[in-house]
């Protein structure tokens, strides 16, 4: 299985609730492996371009404090797209872009259906931040995940996720996991370094 961020979440759910079915998790700067170490970490923000995108809500409250109206989640979406995401890094290090503007679009109007999904975001993430899941994994993969599920944790060397939880699951199962570092690459690795990553996913497959 390879999964990329929450779906690397995802993809150790599945090996936990079904480990007769995998072999190999291939995790792409995977989100939700460990828990925050102190006080200060829980108060811990995303970086600003993250914030915005996964919490539209800070600009219907900007708006609506300004004296605004917006009247749906649309319109937010819409302000993202056209005034914030149009502009943002989502090139790969040799410069080319990753996407053109109407692909960045349809990547926007996924988001806004997912933010409506309150409950979700609720029981994922950890009071209220989505830097750190409400259950991490690594404590159960400790406990549950069986010896012959091997896991490859690779992150971007400029990711906004938290690299640690790769390495703290590699403390607990050093004959199970691997961690690798891809650089110039942030949270979407595979696509802004995509030869190295492309190099480690097989280095490890071949083992």
Request: neutral net charge; proline residues 6%.
């Amino acid at each position: 299985i390879v999964g990329h961020s929450l779906g690397g979440y995802v993809g150790l759910c599945y090996a936990l609730k079904y480990p007769s079915a995998v072999k190999k998790l291939i995790l792409a700067d995977p989100w939700g492996l460990s828990a925050p170490s102190n006080e200060s970490d829980t108060k811990m923000a995303l970086p600003t371009k993250q914030r915005i995108i996964m919490s539209p809500s800070l600009i219907t409250s900007h708006v609506t404090q300004s004296g605004g109206t917006i009247t749906d989640t649309s319109s937010v979406f819409q302000i993202l797209c056209d005034s914030f995401v149009s502009k943002a890094r989502m090139k790969r290090i040799d410069g080319s872009r990753l996407v053109d503007l109407d692909k960045r679009r349809t990547f926007l109007r996924y988001l806004e259906h997912c933010s409506h999904d309150t409950e979700l975001v609720e029981a994922l993430w950890a009071g209220g931040n989505p830097l750190w899941a409400a259950r991490p994994l690594n404590p159960r993969l400790k406990a549950d995940l069986p010896s012959h599920v091997k896991v490859t944790t690779i992150y971007g060397s400029q990711t906004w996720v938290d690299a640690s939880g790769g390495m703290e699951l590699y403390q607990l199962l050093p004959e199970q996991s691997f961690v690798a570092v891809i650089p110039g690459a942030g949270h979407h690795v595979f696509a802004e370094n995509p030869s190295a990553f492309n190099e480690a996913v097989a280095a490890r497959m071949a083992l």
